[in-house]
């Protein structure tokens, strides 16, 4: 299983003659990923994100002129645990063009 946690290093604070890690004020998990987000993990260019968003390869869904990647998706995506749906979360087999 694949679940990807950003690390967030804790920075060491001297106080007096001992070190105390700082405060750390953990992030809210997001719903969507972003496409550069994505293109991050996955480690590909953004242009070839877009290009496999567009494509249907990558789970997203529009949202006005934005693409988004929904995080419970694209993380079943990356397990293979899409129960054979396609990357747009439809049940249509997508043609061969």
Do not use: C, N
């Not at 997001?30 to 242009?47: I, N, Q």
């Amino acid at each position: 299983m694949s679940i990807v946690v950003p690390f967030v290093p804790r920075q060491a604070v001297a106080r007096g003659s001992e070190v105390v890690a700082a405060d750390y004020t953990p992030r809210p998990v997001r719903a969507v990923y972003t496409v550069k987000e994505v293109a991050a993990m996955l480690s590909l260019s953004v242009s070839s994100a877009y290009a496999l968003v567009r494509a249907g390869q990558i789970p997203a869904e529009r949202l006005g002129r934005r693409w988004v990647v929904p995080r419970t998706r694209f993380h079943a995506w990356l397990d293979g645990a899409s129960g054979g749906l396609a990357a747009t979360g439809t049940d249509a087999q997508r043609g061969s063009w």
